[in-house]
């Protein structure tokens, strides 16, 4: 009996080495948000910005190609984490500074001045930042719940509207760079 039960612990060993694990207990490699309209900068690119978050790198990658891992372009730099334990912010190419403590209208950190505006029906907001590094206005959708919804104004991106590609992203609960 006691070699059955060592032979099964010795199978279900490799069984289990062999199987992947949950999607939820991967570790978070990154965000991907596609470019979804032209805004007020012009006409559609079909590009994707491709956030690595092992790497604390940013791309600007095609859409149909996006992908994490593939940081290898000319189109992309490192950012900042300079987030503590009152707010997430990301500086450098993304320029996002979001208070742990939403919702509040507005806030200073790390050189940015933000506001935020609740959106209707949700528990989202909308986040526009003055940046004394980036001449346009980093704008941003934040979800309590899903993260970073969607970046319009950013300096890797200038003034496109990029939307989320899945269900959560930047700082969004459990998962952040």
């Given amino acids: 009996m006691q ?21 939820g207990a991967e570790p978070i490699r990154g965000y991907i948000y596609d470019e979804i309209g032209g805004g007020r900068a ?11 978050v092992a790497k604390n790198w940013v791309e600007i990658q095609r859409k149909a190609d996006a992908r994490i891992g593939s940081m290898d372009g000319d189109f ?37 001045s933000c506001q935020s505006v609740a959106q209707p029906g949700s528990d989202a907001y909308r986040i526009t930042c003055r940046s004394p590094k980036y001449r346009g206005r980093p704008t941003f959708t934040y979800s309590l719940s899903r993260g970073v919804l969607s970046i319009d104004s950013s300096p890797v991106a200038g003034g496109y509207r990029y939307e989320l590609r899945g269900e959560h992203g930047l700082f969004s609960l459990g998962s952040n760079p």
């Avoid at 060592?6 to 949950?22: E, H, K, M, N």
């Avoid at 012009?42 to 690595?52: E, F, K, M, T």
């Fill in 76 to 112: 992309g730099s490192k950012y900042e984490d300079c987030g503590n334990e009152a707010f997430y912010c990301l500086t450098g190419p993304l320029e996002i500074v979001i208070p742990k403590a939403m919702p509040m209208k507005q806030w200073k950190y790390h050189g940015l």
């Fill in 42 to 52: 012009g006409a559609l690119h079909d590009l994707a910005i491709v956030i690595d």
């Fill in 3 to 23: 070699r059955v039960a060592a032979l099964f612990a010795v199978v279900l060993a490799l069984i289990s080495g062999l199987v992947p694990a949950a999607h």
